[in-house]
């Protein structure tokens, strides 16, 4: 009797056990939705995956999303406190690029997210690698590791000198589905303070001028340019798209007094601005 | 040529063909019939000295309509001087619309004239019976089975014309007995380039195309017919010299299904109750244009599914008609262009972003005898319609510059017209009065980067456009006594919120060589005055001599003149009719227009005169006939272009036609 009360006992925690974890398994597999892997950094007790709405980061802007696992209890660490740091290795110099911190996703148990433009894409001699740096109940932990920047095949971020002599970076959020239509556009914009330092510029504004150079270099109306909302904040505006096709954004930097930093307006004698986005849909 | 000429005066000689009574021909039409009163019984037959002219042709012998001319075919009818937003074309009462956003496709070049019977023109509001219209209703009446001859009757016709070496061949049979009629009817034309005067070559006005239609008809138990008809048209390879874009294809399907009830001792005269639908697919594509920037496609569609219930009836001194008519159509237009460079993908827009209109009405009309020398007529309409944009993809496009915009837009329309005619001895005065309502077309609600080659601007529609307006007044005078009898009539319309393109300088165009981009807005009025004179004269018992005068202007609230005003016209011919003898000298042209409008594109287009011949004969055995007519339009060779000539492209230099109609049983 006792014997059997014991075995059921222990049948009854096994399967507890056993039926609690393949819940907890489930719900953070669910967490990922439509993300794609894109890479896995591992040390001596951890793993970083990291994720993305595609399967490759790529030249300009990404949206990385991060899970982090023990890897003695593979379980998903909920409360890390994460950093990183891309770098880029050139033959001359090292530099890093825009960022934003890691923050934790709202709503989600497992799931962290920042933002990184990467402004040039790797070649055979120089290479990205990202550094990630993370706090576990007052430990600290660091992994580096290389990662893929290939190209972008459309031109989706531009970096170049002002007439103010400092470095800009534009970086192109939305939309990336295009649509005809007058579309919602994010982009966002940096200035070089340092190799290591690119933080949000804020307070000018980003003219656009979308062109069709197959069909006559004709534009499109009611565009608005972008600006911010508040300090800190991407640069917003909209985006009118009057058919499918080729289409190269003709861009402008202007700084709080108006003055042009970069860029030129298009007409009859000058066909595209020095900077500029291209879209294809 | 010389030769020609002579030959064709010999074989002529100075005779009349027609003079038939019987109007059941099956190849020429029977009358031009400008409705001023409406209910007018059996009239004179008039005929065309050519018979198988293209139906534009025949409309253009109106002097209430102009013709609008791209190419050598179907050409756009002004009635009024009024395009076809502001009126109404039918066939048969059947609502029926293009598919194509530069109007290469007028409802004309969907009927051939072998199959009319006539068409019924009427002016203002006496033309809102089969919808609401500002300038006036075609109606294309088809052959009537009803009057067809009992037993088996048809006819093969042939024609050919020299100058595009048009060449026409066609064929009818029919069938009657008591209770069963059907009537069929096929015709093919192909025509190469046509020359101006002076052979210059015209390239790109070639066409080619074949024309088919169906009836059948049965009548059960007393008075009452169930007849259903079917129409398939089909033009190939139609060239628009006018235009960058030629036609690769123009299809038209064209059905409906009437029943009718005409009861003898009832106050109700004659119920016609009709279910139609028409499909039309229209491609045009600029692959035969040797240099163009950049090469593109341009299909449209227009489908409509219609009903109208008219009921006619008298009651002492009172002969009135109710019409309820209703339609639903989907207009659809898409380009897509080639990109020059191999590397980018092909660019593709809607310019008809697939629209719906829907529209359900009533007519009412009285024409009361008010004693043996006065009729008064009134009529009332009213009906509701609605615009939707059907998909997402081109209510998004037009967002671009209405952001707030919905899909729906529904308005109330109405329309009253009156006219009141009074005999004394030999002279009919007509005075008339209306007020009319309109919606804007599906271009001018709804156009997206539509490109027009007479101003070189692309257009885009305006969703928030209010009904546009027309007040008129007419007053008409006839005379008629023994050998002459002549016309005079004079509308003027008073348009309110009239609809007009108007450049807007912050918005870029978009087709390679435009000049900008225009958006349909209103002006708060305009204004046109129409007026036509004409007059036959029985000089001898077997010559006639018909003429007529034309002349029109207009403005708009900026003081501007409005496109397409015809400056004077005339037309003079002298008939001569003997037994089975036909011939006619005509002389038409018009005066130098001085009242053009720079701001809508046009151009000063100088005088022209031009000289036609015919002459024709009938040959008849028991039940058959054969009839020849030949002749030579523009003798001269004229070189010349009309107010109306989209681009000043210029008209038919000499041209040497011979048609024979072979018919039996009639």
């Keep these: ?18 039926s609690c974890s393949n819940d907890s398994e489930n719900t953070l597999v669910n967490e990922l939705g439509n993300l794609k892997k894109i890479q896995e950094f591992t040390n001596a007790t951890h793993s970083v995956e990291l994720y993305g709405t595609k399967t ?26 994460m950093s990183w740091l891309p770098l880029m290795h050139m033959t001359m110099h090292t530099h890093s690029c825009p960022y934003s911190p890691i923050t934790k996703v709202a709503n989600k148990q497992t799931l962290y997210k920042g933002d990184i433009v990467f402004q040039m894409a790797q070649n055979e001699t120089e290479y990205w690698d990202l550094k990630i740096d993370y706090q576990i109940n007052g430990e600290e932990y660091s992994m580096t590791q290389v990662i893929d920047v290939p190209a972008s095949p459309k031109r989706n971020v531009t970096s170049f000198m002002g007439t103010d002599n400092k470095r800009y970076i534009i970086a192109l959020l939305e939309p990336t589905h295009p649509r005809v239509a007058l579309n919602d556009m994010i982009v966002g914009v940096y200035k070089m303070e340092n190799m290591m330092s690119f933080p949000v510029q804020d307070g000018y504004t980003v003219k656009i001028d979308p062109r069709m150079p197959g069909m006559g270099n004709h534009g499109s109306p009611n565009n608005v340019h972008l600006s911010q909302s508040q300090t800190g904040d991407l640069y917003k505006g909209k985006l009118s798209l009057t058919m499918t096709g080729y289409w190269k954004i003709n861009l402008q930097l202007a700084n709080a007094s108006g003055d042009i930093l970069k860029g030129e307006e298009v007409t009859e004698e000058n066909e595209a601005s020095s900077i500029f986005f291209e879209i294809e849909f | 040529m010389k030769k020609y000429i002579l030959l064709t005066f010999f074989l002529g000689g100075f005779g009349w063909l027609w003079a038939q009574e019987k109007d059941n021909d099956s190849i020429l039409p029977v009358r031009l019939n400008e409705i001023v009163v409406i209910g007018r019984g059996n009239q004179l037959h008039e005929k065309l000295d050519k018979p198988l002219a293209t ?25 009024n001087s009024m395009s076809t937003e502001r ?4 066939i048969d009462g059947m609502r029926i619309f293009g598919a194509c956003t530069d109007k290469m496709d007028p409802v004309t070049s969907y009927v051939e004239i072998s199959n009319l019977s006539e068409a019924q023109i009427q002016s203002g509001q006496q033309g809102s019976c089969h919808g609401p219209t500002l300038g006036g209703a075609i109606d294309l009446k088809r052959h009537s089975g009803e009057k067809a001859s009992m037993g088996f009757s048809g006819g093969i016709l042939t024609g050919y014309e020299s100058n595009a070496k048009q060449r026409i061949l066609g064929g009818s049979v029919k069938y009657r007995d008591s209770s069963f009629y059907v009537l069929s009817n096929i015709t093919y034309r192909k025509a190469e380039n046509y020359q101006a005067g002076g052979q210059r070559e015209i390239k790109y006005s070639q066409f080619e195309k074949i024309n088919s239609s169906i009836t059948v008809g049965y009548e059960f138990l007393q008075n009452q017919l169930l007849e259903a008809s079917f129409i398939f048209d089909e033009a190939q390879d139609v060239g628009y010299p006018a235009l960058p874009m030629d036609v690769s294809l123009a299809k038209a399907w064209i059905g409906s299904v009437k029943y009718a009830w005409a009861p003898k001792k009832h106050w109700v005269k004659h119920w016609e109750t009709k279910l139609y639908a028409n499909s039309i697919t229209h491609f045009m594509d600029d692959s035969k244009r040797p240099d163009v920037p950049i090469r593109m496609d341009m299909p449209g569609w227009s489908d409509t599914y219609g009903y109208y219930s008219k009921i006619r009836g008298n009651k002492d001194a009172h ?20 990109s020059n460079n191999p590397n980018e993908p092909d660019m593709f827009m809607y310019t008809w972003p697939d629209i719906r209109t829907l529209y359900n009405g009533v007519f009412v009309e009285d024409v009361i005898t008010l004693n043996c020398h006065q009729t008064l007529h009134w009529n009332l309409g009213m009906g509701v319609h609605q615009n939707r944009v059907n998909n997402d993809f081109g209510l998004a496009s037009l967002q671009i510059f209405y952001p707030d915009m919905p899909s729906v837009n529904t308005r109330f329309l109405k329309s009253v017209g009156t006219q009141f005619n009074h005999h004394w001895n030999d002279f009919k005065l007509l005075l008339g009065a209306g007020y009319g ?35 008129e007044t007419s007053v008409g005078l006839e ?12 509308s003027y319309f008073r348009l309110l919120d009239y609809i007009i393109g108007i450049p807007q300088n912050e918005w870029l165009p978009m087709t390679i060589g435009a000049q900008g981009i225009k958006q349909y807005q209103q002006l708060s009025y305009a204004n046109l005055w129409h007026n036509q004179f004409s007059w036959e004269f029985k000089v001898l018992p077997n010559l006639r001599w018909n003429g007529q005068l034309v002349y029109s202007l207009g403005t708009d609230s900026e003081n501007r003149n409005l496109p397409f005003l015809s400056p004077l016209q005339y037309r003079n011919e002298l008939q001569f009719k003997k037994d089975d003898w036909v011939a006619t000298a005509s002389v038409l042209g018009n005066a130098t227009q001085t009242q053009y409008s720079p701001f809508y594109g046009e151009n000063r287009t100088p005088a022209y005169a031009i000289v036609n ?24 060779d004229t070189f010349y272009a009309t107010f109306a000539d989209w681009n000043n492209i210029p008209r038919m230099g000499r041209n040497i036609f011979i048609n024979l109609n072979f018919s039996f049983g009639e």
């Design chain 1, 1 to 18: 009797m006792k014997n059997s009360i014991k075995l059921i006992v222990l049948l009854l925690i096994s399967i507890g056990t056993t």
């Design chain 1, 56 to 81: 490759t980061l790529i030249q300009g802007h990404n949206e990385v999303f991060l899970r982090i696992k023990d890897l003695t209890t593979q379980q998903y660490i909920q409360n890390a406190n």
């Design chain 2, 613 to 636: 011949l015919s002459a024709g004969y009938q040959l008849r055995w028991e039940k058959q006939k054969l009839q020849i007519q030949t002749g030579v339009e523009n003798v001269l």
């Design chain 2, 55 to 79: 139906l534009d042709e025949y409309l253009q012998r109106s002097g209430t309509v102009d013709l609008i001319k791209r190419g050598s075919y179907a050409w756009e009818p002004l009635i």
């Design chain 2, 319 to 338: 002969a009135w008609t109710v019409n309820f008519n209703g339609f639903y159509n989907r207009s659809l237009a898409e380009m897509t262009m080639f």
């Design chain 2, 479 to 490: 005379y008629q006594k023994s050998s002459l009898k002549m016309q005079f009539k004079s």
């Design chain 2, 437 to 471: 309502e309109r919606a804007p077309s599906v271009s001018e609600g709804y156009a997206f980067y539509i490109f027009n080659s007479y101003d070189l601007f692309d257009y885009i529609g305006n969703p928030n456009l209010k009904n546009e307006k027309s007040l």
């Design chain 2, 87 to 90: 009126t109404v074309i039918s």
